[in-house]
């Protein structure tokens, strides 16, 4: 039997097209790549997250000399809000990396890190990818990972 699995997304050419709280997101992951700490790949990724409370955090990648050891800013971010504000439900994420030459994407383990938040808390995510100039949003990120893994 052939299924089929498909999603909507929204893509801007333009962060100016963006709606203001989605820009000013976006431009908070862009200013937390500056605090990344990547001195072997030189791929600073910032993040940053809308609290249903308008508390806005942030977060970066940070490697190790011990690779595998580093951690994405994506669950950098995460583990720090479920970690201090696990009442505050993440309504929107943004991802932004430097250099951008296309939108950043989360690696798979982000994505099963995103799911996992979001059944956590009960209530879907937004994640704005930025780069290179665009953004695409999805409405929540269970998009990301059609196939998730389930305990």
């Avoid at 908070?28 to 910032?46: D, I, L, Q």
């Avoid at 970690?83 to 439900?89: G, K, L, V």
């Avoid at 990396?97 to 808390?121: I, T």
């Amino acid at each position: 039997m052939k299924k089929e699995h498909r999603f909507s997304y929204e893509h801007y050419d333009s962060p100016a097209a963006l709606p203001e709280a989605d820009r000013a997101l976006v431009a908070e992951a862009e200013r937390a790549t500056a605090r990344a700490y990547a001195p072997y790949s030189k791929f600073r990724v910032g993040a940053a997250a809308r609290l249903r409370s308008g508390r806005i955090l942030s977060g970066s990648n940070i490697e190790s000399e011990v690779f595998p050891a580093g951690l994405c800013a994506e669950r950098s971010l995460l583990f720090y809000a479920q970690a201090n504000f696990a009442d505050d439900p993440i309504e929107t994420l943004a991802i932004a990396s430097d250099p951008s030459d296309r939108e950043c994407y989360p690696c798979g383990q982000c994505r099963q890190v995103m799911v996992d938040v979001e059944r956590r808390q009960g209530c879907p995510m937004r994640v704005i990818m930025s780069g290179s100039g665009t953004a695409s949003i999805v409405e929540t990120a269970a998009q990301l990972l059609p196939f998730t893994f389930i305990l």
